[in-house]
């Protein structure tokens, strides 16, 4: 039997915060965990990651391996009866993790600034520029048989990426002034 957890925690009011999701809503039916593509690699699914927001876990989460193997797929999302936005929340967790944990150095978080960086200044990720800024920071270049059949198939850009449009750019620059609240940077 799952048991549900009542009442606030520091942590789940400032996720809540963060992200305006209600975890209050959760009924712990474990739908998400059903269907989540990255269940295989994660330590917590995003059911627990919900309980131990609320026991207020938060070295366990903010260390954990499960927020960096969430890929945003958004089936968690589609599929929850009581219209949780997980991905959202597994979001939060990530930028929170940047700031605070206790294992900053590891290649997720270097990943997850650097792919950030380029989406606020390309609009999207691009995969040649981020293997090689990634590899400036210390981690291994992929082998050269994967690297030569990903650009010959066309799969990874090796284009020099375009300038996005002003609008972008202001819609950027109003998220980070009204919305960082101290993460993401
Ligand atoms: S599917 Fe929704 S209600 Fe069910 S456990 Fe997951 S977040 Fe909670
Ligand atoms: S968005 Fe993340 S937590 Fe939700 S189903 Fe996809 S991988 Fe799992």
New binding site residues.
Partial sequence: MTMVITGNSTLQTEVEDLCDVNMDACIQCGT?TG?????ELMEYG?RQIIQLIKLNQRKILLDSRAIWM????????DRCPAKIK??SL?DTLREMACVESTTKSNEQIQFHKLYIKQVKAFGRSHESMLTMALTLKGTPLPPLKLMKDLITRMRVDIKPPHRPDKSYRLAIKRVEKGGSKGHGK
Avoid: D
């Fill in positions: 998400c269907g989540c593509s990255g269940i995003p969430c890929v945003s797929c958004h089936i968690c999302e997980t991905t597994m």
